[in-house]
């Protein structure tokens, strides 16, 4: 099983530029999510999704856009990368909404942005 | 609304040593409890979970109890090893509506040998 597989692990862009994080899960999961994670600010949610066609915005939303056409597939966009952006960006899955006990996000391995 | 603090890193260690990483938390509804892992260069993994009060996660030698009257879901070990060298975070999820996961800030542990 590949689980959670997000594409590219690194990436350096110039301010400005736009770019597209790739995630994909084969397990069927239809809850998905977006974090970013910054030294001493731990993991902060961008964006997640409930399932295909429904996105919702999370803790940090601003400079960031997502879709969910399909339930395999969850790309966050840059449109004008910043500076502010450079940071880890995980995204991370589960069978339904992690709002109990039954339902463990899995994580991919991480993107790690750098916009000079 | 939800949150969760953990204990400020870096944590360093002895092999074999004793570990506490202190948790607390406050939340609307009622919690679910987690203890993530991250080791370098990886993503999050689930380490351990409870989601009533009372209940004990236990997973690779490593436990936490929720402990409701006190807001509390500390990390403990009793002898800690090299390669659990990572950085532990603390997070809850409360069952009411599309209330995300949320994350404490991290502590990073460094067992030397």
């Known amino acids: 099983n590949a689980g959670v597989t997000q594409t590219p692990k690194f990436q350096v862009l110039k301010t400005g530029q736009s770019m597209t994080l790739q995630c994909a899960q084969d397990m069927n999961h239809e809850y998905m999510s977006w974090y970013r994670q910054d030294p001493g600010m731990g993991l902060r949610l961008i964006h997640y999704?409930?399932?295909?066609?429904?996105?919702d915005q999370g803790e940090v939303p601003n400079g960031y856009n997502v879709s969910r056409s399909t339930t395999e597939d969850f790309p966050l966009r840059l449109l004008s990368a910043a500076p502010s952006q450079t940071s880890v960006y995980f995204c991370?899955?589960?069978?339904?909404?992690?709002?109990?006990?039954?339902?463990?996000?899995?994580f991919g391995a991480g993107s790690r942005l750098t916009v000079l | 609304g939800n949150s969760v603090t953990q204990m400020e890193g870096p944590v360093t260690l002895s092999e074999e040593a004793f570990l506490t990483i202190n948790c607390t938390y406050t939340?609307?509804?009622?919690?679910?409890l987690f203890w993530y892992v991250q080791y370098p260069g990886e993503g999050l993994q689930l380490l351990l979970k409870a989601t009533k009060a009372d209940d004990k996660g236990s997973n690779k030698g490593f436990e936490a109890t929720y402990r409701k009257e006190t807001t509390s879901f500390h990390l403990e070990k009793g002898s800690v090893q090299v390669s659990d060298s990572a950085v532990y975070f603390c997070?809850?999820?409360?069952?009411?509506?599309?209330?995300?996961?949320?994350f404490g800030k991290g502590t990073r542990l460094s067992v030397i040998a």
């Open positions: 999704s409930v399932g295909a066609g429904i996105t």
């Open positions: 997070a809850l999820t409360t069952n009411s509506g599309n209330t995300p996961l949320v």
């Open positions: 991370a899955s589960s069978p339904g909404q992690p709002n109990s006990g039954a339902n463990v996000l899995t």
């Open positions: 939340a609307t509804g009622y919690p679910s």
